[in-house]
């Protein structure tokens, strides 16, 4: 089992940025997948899901600025940001949840047993 994200770097304030979460060992109709992200000194925390039905969640803190979508051919997860701000900063990990079989994800740390290398995002004018 594999995630591998792309797409990070240096972006404006204001500006977007997506990210992208290949996965593979596993197909994206079988299991939930989560974004989140962590800022220096600060904890992990979750931006968004997508359910294996496509249904996302936006539960927390970019949400309004962040679109999250899947492609089940290309086992791809991708995360849309805009208007990004310099609080924004951080590492984003894409994780893989372990429990199937619910009607919506959940962005509940414990539950993720795979993980991304997690690309840097700064932004910085």
């Known amino acids: 089992v594999q995630l591998v994200e792309s797409g990070g770097g240096l972006v404006h304030p204001g500006g977007s940025l997506r990210l992208s979460c290949e996965v593979s060992?596993?197909?994206?109709?079988?299991?939930?997948i989560t974004w989140f992200r962590q800022a220096p000194g600060k904890e992990r925390e979750a931006i968004s899901c997508i359910h294996t039905n496509g249904r996302p969640s936006y539960p927390y803190s970019m949400k309004g600025r962040v679109s999250i979508s899947k492609d089940n051919v290309k086992r791809t997860v991708h995360l849309e940001m805009n208007n990004l701000k310099p609080e924004d900063t951080a590492v984003y990990y894409c994780?893989?949840?372990?429990?199937?079989?619910?009607?919506?994800?959940?962005?509940?740390?414990?539950?993720?047993?795979?993980w991304g290398q997690g690309p840097q995002v700064t932004v910085s004018s």
């Open positions: 994780a893989r949840n372990k429990i199937t079989s619910r009607r919506w994800c959940s962005v509940a740390k414990t539950e993720h047993d795979y």
């Open positions: 060992g596993f197909t994206l109709d079988r299991s939930d």
